[in-house]
């Protein structure tokens, strides 16, 4: 019976022990996911702001192709300037109404980017395939009332958190894998579209009926921008996916904590990264940035 106690005791003992271990280092990685993040908001805001102006001096950017893409900008600039720094103190100052803010502003901003991604997707098949027609079919209006459709209905569906935390996750996520879909989709759509139009000059420059200067420059340009547009969503994708699997995690010890604030900030990054991808990809916007 003594040993017994004993073993007890001594098992009792060793779970504190390691209880107390893993609170201590939880608490550690969370003070460097802190400081991370703040590193994340500068260059966030730096680079989004750069790009924003550029994109709002520069005339020759006030497209409807260009307004999605300062859409995705000013939704990434708002991750930075005011999703992140409450995140921080929500990690730091355990307040639920703070969580409920963060939560709610998370899915705005991040709900805007996915939903802006989509429509971007969308406008590059738009051209692609009614590339004749592209100019009447996608104008500023069209474009301006998708982007304001993508934005209000992503802050009112962000307000549910309020009314019921269980129709609010089922919501976003049908959401998030919709938007990721229809890009999906639309990406697919757009490689056979490149498949195809690359086959038609094969074609025609085995019969010697070889397409004109502008046409060949025309048809590289929107195969271009169209390639760009899929780096934009391959990114954050990479970016989106590890949360979504975390949220699949059961286990409820401070290994599932540390799943979802790492993956949180890598969300994050996602939208200090886009700046520099924008200017990698797009040389007009880097000229106009620089």
Known sequence: MYNRNLSTTGNSADTRVKFQANASSYGNIVVVNCVINGIMILVSILGNCLVSIAIWKTSSFRSPSTMFLFSLAISDLLVGLIVQPVYIVTSLIDVYFLQLLTALMAFAACGVSL?????????????????????????????????????????????????DSAIYIAVL????????ITSANFYVRIYQ?????????????????QLSVGQLSSQKKLIGSALNTFVFYICTVICYLPRFISLTLTDTSTYKKTAWI??????????AINPLLYCWRLPDLRAAVV
């Open 115 to 163: 939903g802006t991604m989509a429509a971007i997707s969308f406008d590059r098949f738009l051209a692609l395939h009614y590339h004749l027609r592209y100019n009447a079919l996608m104008t500023s209006f069209r474009a301006t009332s998708a982007l304001l459709t993508i934005w209000i209905t992503t802050f009112f569906l962000s307000c549910l958190i309020f009314w």
């Open 173 to 180: 996520a049908i959401f998030i894998i919709a938007y990721l």
């Open 193 to 209: 579209i490149v498949l195809k139009h690359r086959s038609q000059i094969q074609h025609r420059e085995s019969g010697n009926r």
């Open 262 to 271: 790492l993956t949180d900030t890598l969300i994050f990054l996602n939208s």
